[in-house]
């Protein structure tokens, strides 16, 4: 598929770019129903992996045949995403057949559309420590044809550490859902290093908040089904038939691990990030882990 890579421009605040922003009115008027599940991440977080873990959760069961034909993206949809030609993701949120609905965004926690706060919804807010983050966000953006060129390892590390990437600043999304969720019970905050950890524990934890009591079977398959290499050898869920995907230049599921970071940073790049880090970081109390 032949497109023109975007420009980012600043938009409220926030760096994005048009793929994000030319349905504004239509994702900030969405109307969500009080069963709807938001999955909000920064980009590159384990969001793909959520929303597969999420449909297996609520769908493994009754709806089977779904699993097989249906690729996650069209399961859940990216309430914020248009790319012609294909269909919003307001237009194929509003069209999902299921009940409930399970819906991706990157909104920084201040664009939510409001229907959500107002519906009481269930948001589960994933969260990935930032070097690992931005080193796959880099190979990511290699790959991927809708966002802007990332340039060289070194001045992408820059312009992260500057917030100027497609959904912001890094620091400001994990910091203001963090926020947030201080005061709202509706939002479940995981890490993605928490999911590799173990991913059963999180699994046991995430239907203690969703209210859900599957049998010890289905929970044992669920954590089967969306491990690395299971989930990277399923086209419903390796993203192979994205067209705006250049998969001779990296892979969706590329590596799926924490500490790759180590493989991209110098010394010096490394020295310069946590300075850096400390200081943007010294008012939250959010912590992650950069090794395990
Ligand atoms: S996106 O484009 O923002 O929706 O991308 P997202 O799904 O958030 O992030 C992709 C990274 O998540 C990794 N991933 C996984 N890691 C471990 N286990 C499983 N099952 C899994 N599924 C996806 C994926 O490999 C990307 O990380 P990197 O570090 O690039 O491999």
Sequence with gaps: MDVTRPKLFDFHGVSMTHFFTDNWDKVQNFKAKPDD?????YPKAGTTWMCYLLDLLYFHRTCPEREKSVPIYDRVPFLELVCSPYPTGTDKAD??????RIIKTHLPVQFLPKSFWEQNCRIVYVARNAKDNV???FHFDRMEKIQPEPGDWDSFLERFKDGKMVFGSWYDHVCGW?????TSSKIHYMFYEDLVEDTGRELENLCSFLGLSPLEEEKKEIVRCVQFDVMKANPMTNQMDDLTLDFSVSQFLRKGKVGDWKNHF???????????YKRKMKNTSLQFREEM
């Design 135 to 137: 080193v796959s966000y």
């Design 37 to 41: 599940i938001v999955v909000a991440t």
């Design 178 to 182: 963090w926020e947030k969720k201080q």
């Design 95 to 100: 069209s999902l057949p299921t009940s409930p």
């Design 266 to 276: 110098t010394v010096a790049q490394n020295e310069q990030f946590d300075e850096d």
